[in-house]
């Protein structure tokens, strides 16, 4: 005769509750868990090709399809470096180079290790340099390039994370404004600090851009960004403008 005390699992109790959402709580967490270690070569590959069309950019190569931008990554730059704040080179990098400089992000500028990208564009040699600072909303960043010769900008790319469309989104969406930097001189006549500045009213163009219209605290976002971080690359430039 069976046991009539015997009883079934009880589904209505407090324990059983507790259990059942621990359990698939494990199992969402190992699930999603799964999930971002299975696509992250993917979304990895992703945002390296995106830095590499932004480097490009910043040399007037643009609209490109992924495999040509891609490719046309690995054919002008020749090396990646990687310098201290004092001008000294930690690394020589490498000619389509992804592991020295182009691995450096904001933390790693501000703990003092600068990428510098070399590049040849129709013969002629490029730099090109990381630049990151906030707008209004967010943090901006983007990359400058400059001439072998002298210190004059050859072509410059802004992006943004959250900046308001048709005022400081401008920065990243306007090519025409970021054209506007190209051959602007990058140094005060000394050598000793950066002339290259974003203002209203630019009333010296060798060296100065108009704000962005309706955004200017964007603005002074950028030229602040320009300032600080060109400003810490002025050993480098100095010492590359007298190679030349």
């Not at 995106?50 to 931008?69: E, G, P, W």
């Not at 100065?208 to 690359?233: K, P």
Request: charged share 25%; glycine share 8%; with cysteine.
């Amino acid at each position: 005769m069976a046991n009539k005390n015997k009883k079934g699992l009880n589904t209505n109790s407090n324990s059983y509750t507790l259990i059942y959402s621990i359990v698939l709580v494990v199992l969402v967490a190992f699930i999603l868990a799964f999930v971002f270690q299975a696509l992250k070569p993917m979304q990895d590959s992703n945002v390296a090709l995106d830095k590499k069309k932004q480097i490009l950019n910043s040399l007037n190569i643009r609209d490109l399809s992924d495999a040509d931008a891609d490719a046309m990554y690995k054919k002008v730059v020749v090396a990646d470096k990687v310098y201290s704040k004092d001008g000294k080179e930690i690394a020589k990098g490498t000619a389509g180079g992804e592991n020295d400089g182009f691995k450096l992000g904001n933390s790693d500028f501000k703990a003092g290790k600068l990428a510098l990208f070399v590049c040849n564009v129709n013969g002629k040699t490029k730099y090109v340099i990381p630049v990151y600072g906030m707008g209004l909303w967010g943090p901006i960043s983007g990359y400058v390039s400059l001439n072998a010769d002298k210190p004059t900008v050859y072509g410059a790319y802004f992006n943004h994370e959250s900046e308001t469309a048709g005022l400081g989104a401008e920065i990243k969406d306007s090519r025409d404004w970021q054209n506007k930097f190209q051959n602007k001189r990058v140094l005060t006549k000394d050598g000793k600090s950066i002339a290259l500045s974003v203002t209203k009213n630019a009333s010296d163009t060798s060296c100065q851009v108009d704000a962005v219209t309706g955004a200017t605290l964007t603005s002074d976002g950028v030229n602040n960004m320009l300032h600080e971080c060109l400003g810490e690359y002025l050993k480098i430039l100095v010492y590359h403008e007298s190679d030349n």
